[in-house]
DNA sequence: TTGCATCCAACTAATTCACTTGGACTACTT
DNA sequence: AAGTAGTCCAAGTGAATTAGTTGGATGCAA
């Protein structure tokens, strides 16, 4: 049970964008994250398909948000590289378990799931920046 | 993000000790469960390594739970299984982040953290028989 | 036209997962 | 005493996933 690395640079990569009051380059938040330049390709691709980040051309080009900070959420940023949540394979259309009707663990694990997705989409990058305001 | 099959395995085989009135030998665990017999040697060895069931010997052998219904916990089986819930590796005592001081996203992961094992360990085995029966 | 910066596909080494194999031990049965 | 059922335990394995790297194509700008 583990956050990968791509969800946890990606959340970075935005905060770091939201947080730039210009347009950033994909080489300054490799730098100022610490992030292999080349590996942050896809993690820059992933938010960019996502919709949650836009590239902004000509001159002082680099990227911005696409959405105000309190419209993306961490499970936005979640879902820009990984599919729907689904922390056990029973039940889902392609794979579902013979003995899905009387499991008790079936429903648990999927009250786990939503609840999972409750507090990821709750918080967004906004609330994570003022968080980190107030502490320091 | 997925919960492994040790621990979904291992909670269907304490759920069906606790139903049983009788001691269970595995290999009607591994019958019930459509569980291979040789790889639910390792659950039950965790489980029991873990205090949660032991064995009872002689006459009608086989296991039995070590503690009531509502004293076992699913984090409980979890930890049997897996060291204690950590979504993220940043900070831990062996791999401290040097950026940990003013990293935004730190502090959530620790709160998803603590949540997941708080919602896991108020979820007892007896609440999880319970709510079955109460659908059923 | 040279150089950034982004875009994109393929490769890889290391690790993890979900088992299987095979054998040792122990208690009970006959 | 021998056989067997059940448990215990270590090692092996094939497939999948992870966390990257490599190398090049494209497109804009000085």
């Not at 394979?89 to 694990?109: A, I």
């Amino acid at each position: 049970m583990k956050i990968n690395t791509n969800i946890r640079y990606g959340l970075r990569a935005i905060i770091e964008i939201a947080k730039s009051e210009k347009p950033v380059l994909q080489k300054e938040i490799a730098e100022r994250q610490d992030i292999s330049l080349n590996y942050l390709d896809s993690i820059i691709a992933g938010l960019k398909n996502a919709g949650l980040i836009v590239n902004y051309e000509g001159k002082g080009s680099g990227y911005v948000l696409a959405k105000k900070t309190n419209d993306i959420s961490v499970y936005n940023v979640y879902r820009a590289f990984s599919p729907d949540i689904q922390l056990v394979n029973c039940s889902c259309e392609t794979n579902e378990c013979q003995r899905s009707n009387n499991c008790p663990t079936k429903d648990f694990w999927f009250e786990l799931n939503s609840q999972l997705k409750e507090i990821m989409n709750s918080k967004t990058i906004e609330k994570l920046i003022e968080e980190k305001l107030q502490i320091v």
